[in-house]
């Protein structure tokens, strides 16, 4: 793709010669990329990625956040790696068992470098409005330390996903940065629903509910559709998952609701992208294990446009030759995940003047 009108995207394949690391290439990949050109003295620089649910081991490695993390201290920034909270039950729907997956799975200030921050809070529900005014979303439900913070920097491992086709940054950002009731936004065309059989009868999700929408007329919660808002605050409020998001979105719908939300969450702040592409497996590292890798080992890439970077990992991932398996459709992402296309989110997001899909390829070593 060298040479066309675009924005420029640094990678760096994972080959490593003697005395060279894949961390000393990611930190002159990002140097390369600008990301020096950061104004990030004394600024409250987030570090966005994903822990990865507990049993699975494709997620990144702790190292690679280290990298960043030192490169924004050396720039006189304060960094902290953050995620928030999952809306499905989980190792990660509230902080402290969040806080916990993530220890476990390595990351910790003392491996790499910074503090780790839980960006929606205890139980998901520490969030900021902040306005877009898309084609689906008026309000995005941001986060509030991610909101809050002066700079964000996002760190991907761009993998398959069964709903959006890709998970790279654009996912990483609108999704990974939402609150939970932001994440129900996106996933869910309906209301929340109650599972009676999971209902303890604890009322915490009567105390939350701003518009007397839940009663307990037979010991188990009731919602009344003609009241509720579809807030979501139920969701996090039911620490025993019986408060559950209505029916799926359509798969092209969650990946434009999940492009408009990317959007929200770097807006008005400077901020960088950075994906590895490795380990690349056929579903998200929100389950609890994960299967082996589709395709080889691919890169580092980084740039100040996230839809540039998520096209150019997802082109040159899809040319590479599959592990194991025939490509049969378009690429290999919609044959792992059928009904799924990861240009949905991309050509939305470039609508939207989030980034533009077309991009120049800078190679180094």
């Known amino acids: ?58 997620f990144l490695r702790p190292n690679y956040a280290k990298v960043l ?34 220890y476990a799975n390595g990351f910790s200030p003392l491996t ?26 008026r309000e995005a439900k941001i986060g509030r330390a991610v909101a809050e913070a002066d700079v964000i920097i996002s760190l991907s491992h761009f993998k398959c996903h069964e709903l959006t086709g890709v998970g790279g940054a654009v996912k ?34 009567l105390r939350a509910c701003a518009h007397g929408a839940i009663s307990f007329p ?15 605050r139920c969701i996090s409020a039911c620490r025993f998952d019986a408060v559950c998001a209505g029916p799926d979105s359509s798969k092209d719908l969650l990946s434009m609701k999940m492009a408009e939300y990317a959007a929200a969450a770097v807006l008005g702040k400077p901020n960088f992208h950075v994906s590895v592409v490795c380990d690349v497996s056929p579903l998200c590292d929100c389950y609890g294990g994960n299967n082996p890798p589709i395709i080889p080992d691919v890169g580092i890439f980084a740039s100040f446009d996230p839809v540039a ?14 592990i194991g398996r025939k490509v049969r459709g378009k ?16 050509e939305h997001a470039e609508r939207i003047g989030l980034g533009t899909t077309s991009y120049n390829l800078i190679e180094m070593k």
Not at 309 to 322: F, G, N
């Open 309 to 322: 970077l998520d096209a150019a990992c997802a082109r040159i991932s899809a040319a590479q030759k599959p």
């Open 1 to 58: 793709m060298t040479g066309i009108k675009g924005s420029d995207v640094f990678f760096s394949d994972m080959e490593v010669e003697i005395g060279d690391s894949l961390l000393k290439k990611m930190r002159r990949v990002c140097e390369a990329a600008g990301i020096g050109r950061i104004d990030m003295e004394r600024k409250l620089v987030a570090i966005k990625l994903h822990f990865g649910e507990y049993g699975n081991l494709s």
């Open 112 to 137: 790499t470098g910074c503090q780790i921050l839980i960006g929606d809070g205890l139980k998901g529900s520490d969030e900021t409005l902040v306005p877009i005014n898309g084609e689906y979303v």
């Open 218 to 232: 037979k010991k188990k919660a009731v919602i009344d559709y003609g009241t509720c808002v579809g807030c979501g």
């Open 172 to 205: 990483n950002l609108g999704m990974g940065c939402a609150s939970r009731r932001g994440k129900m936004e996106q996933h869910s065309e309906a209301k929340p629903q109650i599972d009676e059989g999971k209902c303890r009868e604890c009322k915490e999700c």
């Open 331 to 346: 690429d290999i992402f919609a044959d792992v995940n059928e009904g799924t296309d990861w240009r949905t989110a991309l």
């Open 69 to 102: 993390a030192d490169l924004v201290r050396e720039k006189g920034g304060i960094p902290f790696l953050t995620d928030c909270n999952t809306l499905y039950a989980g190792c990660r729907k509230n902080a402290v068992e969040h806080l916990d997956t993530a």
